[in-house]
């Protein structure tokens, strides 16, 4: 198989696979926690405006009062990586052709070298967060092989990426056709491992506000 | 042992619900909630991060309900849960654990971690690996009737002193009163002042209350340690007396986990909604003071504090009312840092306080209440729940703190002039 060979195969049959995957597990994924169901709860609720399931998906993207100082690294982070991640993925001007050849939707992009900064800056941003991964105690007490993997492969699709429009490394059509595979990998790999938390945040957010909801504590 | 074993691992079966399946995938494994637990963060061991703590009860989720942990236990690759592995856990989950619910506030995906401690705790008890403390305090709860072995001639004993004291009666099984009032034992035994400011407060108010003699207890040491069926019996006491008695109102006693075991948990126990309202004394003192029933004289001149209770603030929405009392007999109020919402528990609660081989642990963790204190230096520090306020006088004992505890209610009544309404 030749550069242009890999490079059809992962832009066909590959790429069907891995969304295929992708779109099965994540709604497999999503019945298999969501159809556990709760039980009502019968206690008398205490409605209190300004508490509500839907107020804490929105307001626990916000530091609680005292946290940013106790951990900055994994605040400021987290924010520059997230917010990198999204600019990078949905607004580069050939991610939105992609998208709209596979559904139809666009919208408009960002210029090219602005994206290259995001780029640069998202990849700066997760291996700050790493190295703070490895250098503190909590966090390298709770990490297993999967949090260093997820990492990997959530980094390995911005690297490849941003090296194929540099044409840094190794030839375009062979660093594109990487970049689309590890893509396909982080799409398979998502509905699997912790990164399924971009699905189930929405969700857990919205029990845990709920609880409070129901008993008048505005948060 | 196998036996217990499996017990407990059917009972975490039966406990993990959707929050819990969406709490454990959502885990980025982040560390956050470590810097909002009190044993973290004054210990600085790691074990003591709040999600660490349900292991065992993820492994379960991931082995039982997850299509591919079943997988890898079909092929060997998972580990099962065993007997050393829950005892060693006992720690983290009952003495290292308040349920004090600041980890759930600060998880940046929103899991509600302390419920799943509650929860995991169920599993703990069933497979009887709970801590000596905690099974004693629900052993005399069940059969004597409180956890601190008091029985009703010790209350009636206390009714007599008490109506002697103040010259007003205390209404015992008074039926269609409004309020039926609850005690908890560390009341009865160390703090008779709470019957007596009850009585002041109630006769300005003009309101009618009783006690219960078949329902003077409020605490509920099973839900402290995990077990429903247990604490579904303490709070059928409760529901029954209340019930029996026609009341219109129960009123949990300065103690905060009595008052989340009948408020919050006490209805999804019996199965079914409760006939009457309840309410923590001190949401009761505020609707006196909202209505204007509740007149004071004078006031306390010293720097005063309040210490929030978890079960009362964080856990039960009322964060305002004790902030109004204070200030309405108080003239020097002020606030430590993250008080309210945040405020940082005294380290005792959810049964901790019951577990000996716990005293050391608490002792250490107490520095952060002593941080908090330091930084305001007041005269007196006010609180609302009986058990706060041992563990605080504890601590403060231990690190030579010269500043008094007292019960906010208790302290309210003093300012209410002698002949009443």
């Known amino acids: 198989m030749n550069e242009l060979q890999f490079l059809t195969w992962v832009r066909g049959p590959g790429l069907d696979i891995a969304v295929g995957i992708f779109l099965l597990g994540v709604l497999w994924r999503l019945f298999e926690i969501y159809s556990l169901g709760r039980k009502k709860d019968l206690s008398a609720p205490r409605s209190t405006s300004g508490a509500s399931g839907l107020h804490t998906v929105f307001r626990r993207s916000i530091p609680p009062p005292g946290m940013l100082k106790r951990s900055p690294v994994s605040y400021i982070g987290g924010y520059i990586f997230h917010i990198g991640l999204f600019v990078v993925v949905f607004l580069f001007a050939p991610h939105i052709l992609l998208i709209k050849n596979l559904t139809g939707l666009s919208w408009p992009g960002l210029p090219s070298q602005f994206i290259d900064l995001a780029a640069v800056v998202t990849m700066a941003a997760m291996v700050v967060v790493l190295v703070d991964r490895i250098n503190k105690p909590v966090k390298r007490f709770l990490s297993t092989f999967e949090d260093w993997f997820t990492w990997a492969v959530t980094f390995l699709p911005v690297l490849t990426g941003w090296l194929a429009v540099q044409h840094l490394l190794l030839p375009y059509t062979l660093m594109l056709a990487l970049h689309i595979l590890s893509v396909q990998i982080l799409l398979v790999v998502l509905p699997f491992t912790k990164l399924f938390h971009a699905f189930t945040l929405f969700g857990s957010r919205w029990y845990n506000g709920k609880v409070n909801g129901h008993k008048g504590v505005p948060v | ?421």
């Open chain 2, 1 to 421: 042992m196998s036996a217990t074993l499996e017990k407990g691992v059917r009972v975490l079966k039966e406990v993990i619900d959707a929050p819990i399946a969406s709490y454990f995938n959502s885990c980025v494994h982040c560390g956050l909630c470590a810097e909002a637990c009190l044993f973290y963060t004054e210990t600085g061991d790691p074990k003591y991060t709040p999600i660490h703590k349900l292991e065992p009860l993820r492994r379960v989720y991931e082995q039982e309900y997850t299509l591919l942990g079943r997988l890898k236990k079909m092929v060997g690759l998972s580990k099962a849960v065993t007997d050393e592995e829950l005892d060693s856990w006992q720690e983290l989950v009952y003495n290292s654990c308040t349920l004090c619910g600041r980890c759930s506030a600060v998880c940046p995906v929103g899991n509600d971690i302390v419920y799943m401690v509650r929860k995991f705790r169920e599993g703990m008890s069933a497979s009887g690996h709970a801590p000596e403390g905690i099974k004693g305090a629900v052993n005399r709860t069940i059969t004597i009737g409180s956890p601190m072995g008091v029985k009703l001639p010790a209350v009636q004993a206390q009714m007599k002193h008490v109506e002697e004291d103040y010259g007003l009666p205390i209404p015992l099984d008074a039926e269609g009163a409004e309020y039926m009032v609850m005690l908890s034992s560390m009341e009865i035994i160390n703090f008779p002042e709470y019957l007596g400011a009850i009585a002041k407060i109630m006769n300005q108010a003009g309101k009618t209350w009783t006690l219960c003699s078949t329902a003077f207890e409020a605490t509920n040491a099973g839900m402290q340690i995990g077990n429903s069926d247990l604490a579904r019996v303490l709070v059928a006491r409760i529901v029954e007396g209340a019930e029996k008695l026609k009341v219109k109102t129960v009123i949990s006693p300065e103690c905060g986990h009595a008052y989340t075991a009948l408020r919050w948990e006490g209805a999804n126990l019996i199965g079914r909604p409760f006939s009457f309202e309840v309410k923590h004394i001190i949401e009761v003192l505020g609707e006196f003071q909202e209505q204007g029933l509740l007149k004071t004289e004078g006031f306390e001149t010293d720097k005063l504090t309040f210490h929030d209770p978890c079960q009362l603030a964080r856990r039960g929405g009322v964060i305002k009312q004790q902030r109004n009392l204070m200030n309405q007999v108080a003239k020097n109020f002020v606030e430590m840092p993250d008080a309210g919402y945040m405020n940082w528990c005294c380290g005792g609660g959810g049964g901790a306080s019951a577990i000996e081989e716990g005293e050391e642990l608490r002792i250490e963790a107490f520095k952060k209440k002593k941080s908090q204190l330091d930084a305001v230096k007041p005269d007196r520090l006010v609180t609302a729940c009986a058990n706060c306020r041992i563990v605080l006088e504890e601590g403060l004992e231990h690190y030579q703190m010269d500043i008094p505890v007292i019960g906010l209610t208790e302290m309210i009544a003093e300012h209410i002039p002698d002949k009443g309404a």
